[in-house]
């Protein structure tokens, strides 16, 4: 077996399997170290809702038969309202995108080690050169990539990262069926992909339903352990209880049945990273993090870190006499806030102000955005900051004056 390659990618999700992808493609020797089974792959690390948007599945190659819905709209909710805004996307079998990553791969000339645990970095002369996996097993490369999510045991050791506990996100959903999709007094959710603004669901976060053909959907929720969530959770309520408790008062899952096989379970860091790499080393997907401070969308940005980690590694290892430095890494940063999360602090504050909203807001956020434009939330959800303000009236004074002080404090951090 060989123990030298171009680049060691640890991590087999969206962001090292298309990192991988780009780079065999190129053709780079390229190993994938993945902690779960070939045979199983991926039944441990299969934790996303899976919802995207054909700007994705168009960039990246991606085939419909990993499609298990195509959807025309977006519907917004909170306890008494609902918008719906027409916008075109795919909720895809998770499971089946993932393989098709791999094997995709896989055919252009990546190899894959399952059952491959990475544990620590090979070091010398203060560089990584390698790692070592289950134990005392090890493989070296010119260039190493952790995209094994907030685990992150490289970039961790490295200090590349510092995933902080109140930023940390956990995520549960399962599968349905018998799910009244159209019941009347709620938006019809027939070809949809459905967010919901209630504390009472889900305090510091929000939930979902994603149509998935016929009567079935994915039905989840998840939350930041945020000020929010410290306001409004029930201290005798765990994640689980949440979710139970809005199947057992929405009327639209009085009929519906969990379909077996199909929980999931996940967690994220929303936060702004300090570092992306160093040395012969960089981070992406998750292990950064790359995810959607604001809707939670994972899969694009995390393929699209892949790819850049990929195009930053061919800048490198195409010329025999470019070191790949951390200097020389540096192009990966900038192809980060650019094509990853542009806008990304602003972005994340918005985050932060409307999570802090009550559910009374949030209706009547609801109601604000049947009155205004589309292009006024398209471009509040890239970071315009007047697009932000429009979004909020003289009752959000308080809201806005902290985040107006936060935004100065970024800025001015961000000059000095």
């Known amino acids: 077996m060989n123990d030298r390659y171009d680049v060691v990618i640890a991590g087999a999700g969206p962001a090292g399997a298309q990192c991988a992808r780009d780079l065999a493609a190129r053709g780079y020797d390229v190993v994938v170290l993945e902690t779960e089974s070939e045979s199983e792959f991926p039944r441990q690390s299969n934790k996303s809702t899976a919802g995207t948007?054909?700007?994705?599945?168009?960039?990246?190659?991606?085939?419909?038969?990993?499609?298990?819905?195509?959807?025309?709209?977006?519907?917004?909710?909170?306890?008494?309202?609902?918008?719906?805004?027409?916008?075109?996307g795919a909720v895809l079998d998770f499971a089946e995108f993932k393989r098709f990553l791999v094997k995709d791969s896989h055919e252009d000339g990546a190899e894959y080690r399952f059952d491959a645990r990475v544990t620590a970095p090979i070091m010398e002369q203060g560089e990584i050169v390698g790692v070592t996996y289950n134990g005392d097993e090890e493989v070296y490369g010119d260039i190493v990539i952790d995209a094994t999510g907030p685990a992150a045991p490289l970039a961790k050791q490295l200090g590349v990262v510092d995933l902080k506990r109140e930023n940390h996100a956990i995520g549960i959903e399962y599968e349905f069926e018998g799910i009244d999709i159209d019941r009347p007094g709620f938006a019809d959710l027939h070809d949809a992909m459905m967010l919901r603004l209630d504390h009472n669901i889900a305090p510091g976060g929000y939930s979902w339903i994603f149509h998935t053909g016929e009567d079935t959907a994915k039905v989840g929720l998840c939350y930041i352990q945020n000020e929010s969530h410290q306001q409004y959770a029930r201290d005798d309520f765990s994640i689980d209880d949440y979710l139970n408790h809005w199947l057992e008062t929405d009327p639209r899952f009085r009929n519906a049945?969990?379909?077996?096989?199909?929980?999931?379970?996940?967690?994220?860091?929303?936060?702004?990273?300090?570092?992306?790499?160093?040395?012969?080393?960089?981070?992406?997907?998750?292990?950064?993090?790359?995810?959607?401070?604001?809707?939670?969308?994972?899969?694009?940005?995390?393929?699209?870190?892949?790819?850049?980690?990929?195009?930053?590694?061919?800048?490198?290892?195409?010329?025999?006499?470019?070191?790949?430095?951390?200097?020389?890494l540096a192009v990966y940063e900038t192809l980060w806030h650019?094509?990853?999360?542009?806008?990304a602090n602003k972005r994340l504050l918005m985050t932060q102000l409307l999570y802090l909203a009550s559910n009374e807001r949030y209706d009547k956020f609801m109601r604000d955005l049947k009155r205004l434009d589309n292009d006024t939330l398209a471009k509040a959800n890239k970071?315009?900051?007047?697009?932000?303000?429009?979004?909020f009236d003289t009752d959000d004074v308080p809201l806005l004056a902290r985040f107006a002080k936060q935004q100065l404090n970024f800025d001015l951090d961000s000059v000095l």
């Open 257 to 328: 049945e969990r379909i077996e096989g199909k929980q999931h379970r996940g967690s994220a860091h929303i936060q702004t990273p300090d570092k992306f790499h160093t040395d012969r080393f960089m981070a992406i997907g998750d292990t950064v993090p790359s995810i959607d401070p604001l809707w939670g969308e994972g899969i694009h940005t995390g393929m699209q870190s892949g790819r850049a980690a990929a195009a930053t590694a061919d800048s490198c290892l195409k010329h025999n006499d470019v070191e790949p430095s951390a200097e020389n």
């Open 53 to 88: 948007f054909h700007s994705m599945m168009a960039s990246f190659g991606i085939p419909d038969d990993v499609v298990m819905q195509y959807t025309d709209s977006v519907v917004l909710e909170s306890p008494r309202e609902h918008y719906v805004r027409e916008q075109t």
């Open 338 to 343: 650019r094509d990853v999360a542009p806008n």
């Open 383 to 391: 970071g315009d900051i007047r697009s932000i303000a429009r979004l």
